[in-house]
């Protein structure tokens, strides 16, 4: 143990027994009336306020100056060495005395006092702190090896209160001067904690009852300077913990071999190691002295207020239930978003670098450090748990609001696994945990109901209005993007199902066990070995056909029976592209329901190019254009008269009907021109010589076939105003 003789000439300590310093009477006084402890370090505690008066009036801590002419400052210590100096040159001049037994001198001093007499200075010159510990361990061991008790105080337990006393006199000067004392000198604070480990152990051996009537001004002092002590190292604990702060490893920056090792322990924990390991002396030595309560006081609020301004940091502000029912939906959205990572970062990361630093500073007790983080986790979850309540219980829901439930119950359910590891040992958050289950289920219940508005949406949509053009039409637009963005959300959609698929499977009454099911008998998804379609996507599969059973109800609100063909096949083409490009819907359905999709647009294709086209390749027949082989002049005639109005009228209306699909559009254009053209181009060779050249020719024949392809590439295109086409 290193030499740590204290300096006299500058740091006086010793009080005569009985007496003490004005510090311990003004301890001594706020003990009485319950003075409270704690007051945060550096910001005016009444430790640090009293060590300013006394340096403020020149009286060093724990000295009661029976001069009457003592100076302050610098000429008090000169004084004291001025003293000293007298009383060497007395003992020398008195060099026929002998020492006694324990070394010291006798005979006179100054006018015939016995060394008892001398002022206590002289003694503490020569009494350091491993002479201390020497005292206490001897008496300690010979106070349990004898049989009858102690009756009075040793004489050595004033000398080495005046020692401690100094020591915090020391780092609180500093502590007041703004100086980081504690932790700067690793030997010191080992001093420092074994000086007050010995002194709670003397304190507990001294058996107040038992003590003559002499000794008890020295059990009170004992008693002030262990509060003093508790005090600071209360004080110290909360100023470190205050500083122990999760570890961002720069991975950028380079390390030497030593730093590398020091960061990689440090990482383990989450948390600077010296500061843990101070912390886990300090509390170890607080609660060893009686002060548990205080030291875990001091905790629990330091961590609660950590962990509170991190989740600030990340956006996450507690809100009451009532709070949120009374926000706009837009500020709900937001707010989820924040939760959602705050919700996911305090579970995965700050509660298990919590655990670890309240295990690693209480290591010698896991009973408190559990009870301290199942405090400060509850806490913790319990608002944010309230905060997923509140949304559930959100009363003006809508389809579209689904998804922001979808990602609070994700949230929940993707952290399950780690809330379950992490409180496997706690059954004091079974209550949480039960919590978490029931907001959780709540948000399931709500995602189910609007999920189910979606298709009271589709069927409350009676609309009379039709597209122009047979465009596709805005609730196949949003029922397909609605459930694209749903497929996003499948594994936890299906969950949901499954959960209510269990509860209705529960459940004694006779009714369907999932939504749709009564009326959508169980398909089988196209594939060998592959099982029973799952409730979400019997559910889906429920939406797709009410949706086309819609349009297939709007399309008959159209007069032109071609253009009706067209809007089917506008909005089937769209629902198998969004099939096709969303894999979720794509496994849903399966590949039979694609097929099935892709052979009814070819039969819409094939209805409208009958429809359309059929009464104008009729005009190309030769029946009833011929009698006895001389063709019938007049009726060619006719003939070419009623393929030019057919084909007027039909460029006029239909280069104003819309095909979305650019692909389908050319592919359109293409079928169409593969019929007529030719048709037209073998029947204008067959007829056209019958007219006279000329006037007659130019009458009756207006369209040459180029001519036909380039109008019918004018088709589909929804005229000039169409602007671009939607995709």
């Known amino acids: 143990m290193m030499e740590n003789k204290v300096d006299s000439p500058r740091t006086p300590l010793a009080t005569p027994k009985g007496t003490g310093s004005p510090l311990i009477k003004q301890i001594r006084r706020s003990t009485e009336f319950g003075s409270p402890r704690g007051t945060p370090r550096r910001s005016g505690s009444p430790l640090i306020k009293e060590i300013r008066r006394n340096v403020d009036v020149g009286s060093p801590l724990g000295l009661e100056s029976s001069k009457a002419d003592v100076v302050q400052g610098d000429e008090q210590s000169e004084v004291v060495e001025d003293k000293v100096e007298e009383e060497k040159q007395d003992v020398a ?12 001198l006798e005979g006179d001093v100054e006018g015939g006092g016995s060394l008892e007499d001398m002022d206590p200075i002289v003694e503490v010159i020569a009494y350091s702190v491993e002479q201390a510990f020497e005292d206490i361990d001897n008496f300690l ?34 502590s007041a001067d703004g100086k980081v004392k504690w932790g700067t000198n690793l030997e010191e604070d080992t001093l420092f904690l074994d000086s007050v480990h010995r002194l709670v152990c003397l304190a507990e051996s001294l058996d107040p009852s038992k003590l003559s009537d002499e000794s008890a001004p020295s059990i009170n002092r004992i008693e002030s300077v262990r ?12 100023f470190w913990l205050n500083e122990c702060k999760h570890l961002e490893v720069d991975e950028e920056k380079p390390q030497s071999e030593s730093e590398d090792q020091t960061v990689k322990e440090a990482d383990s924990k989450g948390f600077p190691p010296n500061t843990v390991l101070t912390l886990k002396n300090i509390a170890k030595e607080m609660i060893f002295g009686g002060f548990e309560t205080e030291c875990c006081q001091v905790y629990a609020v330091g961590r609660k207020n950590y962990l509170d301004e991190s989740l600030a940091e990340l956006g996450f502000e507690i809100l009451s239930i009532d709070e949120v029912q009374k926000m706009q939906w837009e500020a709900v959205e937001r707010e989820i978003a924040k939760w959602s990572i705050a919700y996911r970062e305090c579970t995965k990361v700050y509660f298990p670098l919590e655990l670890n630093l309240v295990e690693s500073i209480f290591s010698g007790d896991k009973s408190v450090a559990h009870r301290l983080f199942d405090d400060l986790s509850h806490c913790v979850i ?27 119950y994700e949230a929940l359910r993707e952290t399950e696994p780690a809330i379950d590891e992490l409180f496997a040992n706690f059954e004091e958050m079974r209550d949480i945990k039960t919590e978490i289950m029931i907001a959780r289920s709540r948000i399931g219940e709500a995602v189910l109901c609007m999920f189910m508005d979606l298709e009271n949406s589709i069927k409350s949509d009676t609309s009379k209005n039709i597209m122009p053009g047979g465009a596709v039409h805005p609730l196949n637009r949003y029922t397909m993007n609605y459930l694209e963005l749903a497929c996003e959300y499948r594994d936890t959609l299906e969950h949901i199902f499954k959960e209510h698929l269990k509860i209705e499977r529960a459940d004694s009454n006779p009714r369907p066990e999932y939504p749709g099911e009564a009326s959508c008998p169980p398909q089988k998804k196209n594939g060998p070995g592959q099982q029973d379609q799952s409730p979400f996507s019997a559910q889906l599969m429920r939406v797709m056909e009410l949706l086309e059973s819609n349009l297939t109800s709007k399309s008959k609100l159209y007069r032109d029976i071609p253009l009706c063909s067209i809007f089917m096949m506008n909005n089937g083409r769209y629902i198998l592209q969004k099939v096709k490009g969303s894999k979720g819907i794509k496994e849903s359905v399966g590949d039979m329901w694609s097929r099935k999709k892709s052979a009814d647009l070819r039969q819409y294709h094939q209805n409208y190019k009958r429809e359309t086209w059929g009464k104008v390749l009729a005009c190309f027949k030769d029946e009833g254009l011929t009698v006895n082989g001389k063709v019938m002049k007049p009726e060619l005639k006719e003939r070419f008269k009623s393929f030019n109005a057919l084909f007027d009228e039909i460029h006029r209306t239909q280069s104003l009907w819309v095909v979305s699909d650019e692909q389908m559009q050319s592919e359109l254009r293409v079928s169409i021109s593969a019929v007529v053209v030719p048709a037209y181009r073998s029947f204008l060779g067959r007829f056209s010589q019958v007219f006279t050249a000329g006037r007659q020719t ?15 590439d004018e088709l589909f295109d929804g005229g000039a105003n169409t602007g671009k086409k939607k995709s």
Not at 229 to 234: K, Q
Request: no cysteine; hydrophobic share 40%.
């Open 93 to 104: 001049e008195d060099g026929n005395k002998e020492e006694d037994e324990d070394g010291g």
């Open 141 to 174: 061991s010979a106070e349990n090896g004898q049989d009858s008790p102690v009756t009075a105080v040793p004489d050595f337990v004033e000398k080495f209160l005046d020692l401690l006393e100094e020591m915090i006199r020391k780092y609180a000067l500093e």
């Open 227 to 238: 509060q003093l002590a508790m005090s600071f190292l209360e004080d110290e604990f909360r």
């Open 382 to 408: 319990i608002h944010m748990v309230n905060f997923a309540e509140a949304v559930s219980m959100i009363s003006k829901r809508s389809a579209e609001k689904v998804f922001k439930f979808l990602d609070v």
């Open 698 to 712: 130019e009458k009756y024949v207006k369209y040459q076939p180029e001519d036909l392809e380039n109008y019918i």
